[in-house]
């Protein structure tokens, strides 16, 4: 049985469940480099097109958060879509996981951004 959790009833959401579905939702920099290497996971950065173009994970494809709805033939179902945008703050790779999970999308976020990405060592390309 699935329970949804609203801002009325959130409260009953027990800190088992939450750090469940948090380590569930969530990706580090370490597990991602890990799935991109299975080929488990679609990459997308939700961040505008000059910023991607700047610099972006290597593999991901750009979406920013507005368009998603236009374009969700772009991702595919078979793969865990990841999010991202900038860090830890940012708040448009929450917002665009709770878009694609809303179409039934799986999902998860990369905890801390193109930011955390970077200063755990790994790759970025662009211009």
Known sequence: MTVTYTPANVGELSAVDYFRAKLEF?????????????????????????????EHITGAINLPLAEIGQNLSKLPRNKTIVTYCWNL???????AALALAEKGYKVQELVGGIQEWKNKG??????
Do not use: M, N, W
Not at 122 to 127: A, T
């Open 26 to 54: 969530e990706s580090t920099p370490h597990q991602l480099q890990h799935d991109i290497e299975e080929d488990k996971v679609q990459i997308l950065d939700v961040r505008d097109a000059e910023s991607f173009k700047k």
């Open 89 to 95: 703050t940012c708040a448009l790779a929450p917002k």
């Open 122 to 127: 790994f790759p970025v390309e662009g211009q």
